[in-house]
């Protein structure tokens, strides 16, 4: 990548986020995902905020404009309705959910990976004279944010989904076990949306779809009660993803109260017992950081990108390492979402294998920071490589780098401009 002229696809990337943007916030990419998602309008923002940063700004406050009274930012604002997207707001039926409040802007009644406030604060350091009198207003929100999430997620300290949904890896090999216990009886009719945009290869099959409606009607007809679904769901999972995530969100805010003045005493407490969950999730079998379901308490025995988050959480744990070299060295194309000598790998189908921008970018950066410098910049060769082979399509294939899922995607554009393009470095992406 040495002498590569990056700026066409700097331009590219930069002219991807133009066309996603719905005004104020950024959809996924048009067509299959047409509303404002959560962790990618942060990534969206992170984007943005390599030409635009006010623009960046915009992002992050428009996605807190659907913040439950509750705390919990929704995974999906359905800021205007659009029939090519299935489920809609109809079927999440949140208008009554207890957790609501005042918020009036439609939404699903889940959440995600909590990295906005990492993001932010990058972005807020990238310019602090700019991002100031922004922060302030927002630092409240976020922190409300992440009180939600020890409040009604982190039971054993580790951060749990009620929905495959909630890690962003939808179809992950990680749920498995938890989706089997499902019967899905009782789903009302539907039309996937999906698969008329991209290949069914490439997507979750039909059984997993019928337990991701089947968890959608259970909460609602509890009226996304988290004490209710806590109590009752048979879908209970402690995710790596979120767990750290979470976990680095906390430090980002810790650091932010101190910027700001605030008090850090709560924050730190959470930090305490994010750490604590984080290490119920080390599975010695695998020699990485797991899933685990607490219906049974059995781990999933998957490695998983989300597996790699340690250090961009924070931990300074060496043990990852050897299964990390192993799967580096399996790999043409790093980071794959799964094992790929795993009995699940199947390097097309979303989260059971593909090689996801966003993922590679937080894996590499916390291991950048930690030390494991060789390994930071593999993934980040990788990644450059891909997208500049590919194009910014919404992930890849590890064995050949297939491009799959949509294209003209927001999140690998803005992975890109922060981090990847060799133009990168400067600014709110930082290396
Ligand atoms: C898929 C991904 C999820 C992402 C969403 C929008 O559902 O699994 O992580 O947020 O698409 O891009």
Redesign the pocket.
Do not use: K
């Given at each position: 990548m040495r002498d590569f002229d990056a700026a066409p696809l700097d331009a590219e990337a930069r002219r991807i986020l133009q066309l996603n943007d719905r005004g104020g916030y950024t959809v996924?990419?048009a067509g299959?995902?047409p509303y404002q998602?959560?962790?990618?309008s942060a990534f969206a923002a992170l984007g943005f905020a390599s030409f635009d940063i006010s623009r960046a700004w915009a992002e992050i406050e428009t996605l807190l404009t659907g913040q439950w009274d509750n705390g919990m930012v929704p995974?999906i604002l359905f800021h205007r309705t659009d029939p090519g997207y299935f489920p809609g707001p109809d079927v999440w039926g949140t208008e009554t959910a207890l957790g609501r409040g005042t918020c009036s802007v439609p939404s699903s009644g889940i959440s995600?990976?909590p990295v906005l406030a990492s993001l932010a604060w990058r972005i807020y350091r990238a310019d602090p004279a700019a991002g100031r009198g922004r922060l302030v207003p927002l630092y409240p929100r976020l922190l409300a944010y992440h009180r939600w999430i020890i409040a009604a997620r982190a039971e054993t300290g580790a951060v749990v989904i009620t929905h495959p949904?909630e890690?962003?890896?939808?179809?992950a090999p990680d749920w498995d076990e938890a989706m089997a216990g499902i019967e899905p009886l009782g789903v009302e009719p539907y039309t996937r949306r999906d698969t008329s945009h991209v290949d069914a290869r490439m997507r979750p099959t039909k059984e997993d779809y019928d337990r991701f409606i089947w968890l959608v009607q259970f909460a609602r007809d509890r009226r996304w009660d988290e004490a209710a679904i806590a109590a009752e769901s048979p879908f209970r999972v402690a995710d790596p993803t979120l767990t750290f995530t979470a976990l680095r969100s906390a430090r980002d805010l810790k650091a932010m109260a101190h910027e700001l003045g605030e008090d850090e005493a709560e924050i730190d407490g959470w930090i305490t017992h994010l750490e604590a969950g984080a290490e119920t999730l080390w599975n010695p079998e695998t020699g990485a950081y797991d899933a685990k379901n607490l219906r049974t308490g059995n781990f999933a025995g998957s490695v998983s990108n989300a597996s790699f988050l340690s250090w961009w959480g924070g931990l300074a744990d060496d043990r990852p390492r050897a299964t990390l070299a192993r799967i580096l060295g399996q790999s043409r194309h790093a980071l794959p979402s799964y094992d790929p000598e795993g009995p699940k790998f199947d390097s097309l189908r979303?989260?059971r294998g593909p090689v996801?921008a966003?993922m590679n970018f937080m894996a590499a950066n916390g291991m950048a920071e930690q030390g494991l410098t060789e390994e930071a910049a593999r993934i980040r060769a990788d990644t450059a490589r891909l997208i500049v082979e590919n194009g910014f399509a919404?992930y890849f294939d590890p064995t050949d780098g297939t491009p799959a899922g949509?294209a003209t995607?927001?999140?690998t554009a803005a992975v890109w401009l922060a981090w990847a393009s060799p133009s990168a470095g400067t600014g709110a992406g930082g290396r």
């Open positions: 996924p990419t299959l995902y998602w959560n962790w990618d995974h995600q990976p949904w890690a962003g890896r939808d179809n979303y989260w996801w966003v919404e949509g995607f927001t999140w």
